[in-house]
């Protein structure tokens, strides 16, 4: 996914009124209006850069009149030290600015740096790794935007753009069979050409599944790395592969060495550590 302005404009709107009310009365109090300064943002910790320029729209929006110049791209490893960007204008906006840049940079820059590190864990694989809806309210654009940057892949963005047919949805459906006949009966009502995905919680499902035929993708929750092996040699060639469930950093690769090919992974947005980063005046 890209991220465009239009999509994140009405988010970032709802980030600075939430921070700003009706003045940053401290700025107001002690700055002259039309007093000017620059500020850096320096690096503090090792990891992937994410939310440049998502942070140069922050400062657009407070003040037109900004001058934002990034040293560097989303996507980049940096190290301690380095300068992500230099903006210059009038010092309230640079007050008023600065801790929600440094809110929405360093969360998606955690993001992107614990998505680089899983998808490091796939080379020589033919896997990818998805991230989940396990996003924080109102920013999954974001989560999501810094999973692509850290070299991973998006799952569907919500429930509008994909069928994901869970074990909820089979159990209040009646069943597997139950679920596929309905969902594709209102696909054909509905003229919606969704991919269909449907979770299997055994091999048992899976052949079910098969037998039924017709999915896009057969998600294979919370199997062993050997249930795994045995699914894979079901599916091959008849539906695209996800594992999802207990995946972590140090069974991932046994995981994609089944030959899956995807593997969903929660903790790339919801178990994270900010990056560490700081917006500094240049003196």
Same mark, same amino acid.
């Given at each position: 996914?890209?991220?465009?302005?239009? !999509?994140?404009?009405?988010?970032?709107?709802?980030?600075?009124?939430?921070?700003?009310?009706?003045?940053?009365?401290?700025?107001?109090?002690?700055?002259?209006?039309?007093?000017?300064?620059?500020?850096?943002?320096?690096?503090?910790?090792?990891?992937?850069?994410?939310?440049?320029?998502?942070?140069?729209?922050?400062?657009?929006?407070? !003040?037109?009149?900004?001058?934002?110049?990034? /040293?560097?791209?989303?996507?980049?490893?940096?190290?301690?030290?380095?300068?992500?960007? *230099?903006?210059?204008?009038?010092?309230?906006?640079?007050?008023?600015?600065?801790? *929600?840049?440094?809110? *929405?940079?360093?969360?998606?820059?955690?993001?992107?740096?614990?998505?680089?590190?899983?998808?490091?864990?796939?080379?020589?694989?033919?896997?990818?790794?998805?991230?989940?809806?396990?996003?924080?309210?109102?920013?999954? /654009?974001?989560?999501?935007?810094?999973?692509?940057?850290?070299?991973?892949?998006?799952?569907?963005?919500?429930?509008?753009?994909?069928?994901?047919?869970?074990?909820?949805?089979?159990?209040?459906?009646?069943?597997?069979?139950?679920?596929?006949?309905?969902?594709?009966?209102?696909?054909?009502?509905?003229?919606?050409?969704?991919?269909?995905?449907?979770?299997?919680?055994?091999?048992?499902?899976?052949?079910?599944? /098969?037998?039924?035929?017709?999915?896009?993708?057969?998600?294979?929750?919370?199997?062993?790395?050997?249930?795994?092996?045995?699914?894979?040699?079901?599916?091959?060639?008849?539906?695209?592969?996800?594992?999802?469930?207990?995946?972590?950093?140090?069974?991932?690769?046994?995981?994609?060495?089944?030959?899956?090919?995807?593997?969903?992974?929660?903790?790339?947005?919801?178990?994270?550590?900010?990056? !560490?980063?700081?917006?500094?005046?240049?003196?």
């Amino acid at each position: 996914m890209e991220i465009r302005k239009e !999509d994140i404009l009405p988010f970032l709107k709802v980030v600075i009124a939430e921070d700003l009310g009706d003045g940053d009365h401290t700025s107001l109090a002690t700055i002259d209006p039309e007093q000017r300064e620059k500020a850096q943002l320096i690096v503090k910790q090792e990891g992937i850069i994410a939310g440049i320029d998502v942070a140069r729209m922050v400062f657009e929006l407070l !003040d037109s009149t900004v001058t934002f110049t990034p /040293l560097m791209q989303d996507g980049r490893q940096v190290k301690f030290g380095e300068i992500a960007f *230099i903006v210059e204008g009038r010092t309230q906006t640079m007050l008023q600015a600065e801790r *929600i840049v440094l809110n *929405i940079m360093q969360r998606m820059s955690g993001i992107a740096t614990q998505t680089n590190t899983y998808v490091k864990k796939l080379e020589g694989t033919k896997t990818k790794v998805l991230d989940t809806r396990k996003t924080t309210p109102c920013m999954r /654009l974001l989560d999501k935007y810094a999973v692509k940057i850290g070299g991973g892949e998006n799952h569907r963005i919500g429930l509008y753009d994909m069928i994901l047919i869970k074990d909820n949805h089979i159990d209040f459906a009646g069943g597997i069979e139950k679920a596929l006949e309905k969902t594709y009966q209102y696909l054909k009502e509905k003229n919606k050409n969704l991919k269909v995905e449907i979770e299997a919680r055994s091999l048992s499902d899976v052949q079910r599944i /098969l037998n039924f035929g017709r999915v896009d993708r057969i998600m294979l929750d919370n199997f062993t790395p050997a249930l795994t092996k045995q699914a894979v040699e079901l599916i091959a060639g008849k539906a695209e592969i996800e594992s999802s469930g207990n995946i972590t950093i140090e069974n991932i690769r046994d995981y994609a060495e089944c030959g899956v090919d995807y593997i969903s992974v929660g903790a790339l947005t919801h178990q994270i550590k900010s990056l !560490d980063l700081s917006l500094k005046a240049i003196k």
